[in-house]
């Protein structure tokens, strides 16, 4: 993991607050940024997924220019494991 320094607004760190230690639903603010962060790329991919932006494949090698990997939990096997999803970008969202 890579450490990432984020200007967020004094409200939205103290609703984090409120979410984040012991007995509630997030162990650290770390793990809620990164909770957070995977839901909002899933959200995007769907929505440039059925826009005809990009469009899943199955790739070993690619370039960071015109692929994105995001892990999603593989829920089959008996053990945590992360799998990946390849998409590759047709159009540029922006």
């Given at each position: 993991?890579k450490?990432?320094t984020?200007?967020?607004p ?12 012991d ?11 990164r ?7 899933l ?13 899943t494949?199955?790739v ?8 994105v990997?995001i ?15 390849t998409y590759?970008?047709l159009?540029?969202?922006?």
């Amino acid at each position: 993991m890579k450490i990432v320094t984020v200007n967020i607004p004094i409200v939205y760190l103290e609703a984090i607050e409120r979410l984040v230690g012991d007995d509630k639903l997030y162990p650290s603010r770390s793990e809620l940024v990164r909770v957070v962060v995977h839901e909002f790329l899933l959200k995007e991919l769907k929505l440039a997924k059925n826009t005809g932006k990009i469009e899943t494949v199955d790739v070993n090698d690619f370039d960071d220019e015109n692929f994105v990997r995001i892990p999603v939990a593989n829920k089959t096997k008996e053990e945590p494991q992360r799998d990946f999803k390849t998409y590759k970008i047709l159009k540029r969202l922006y």
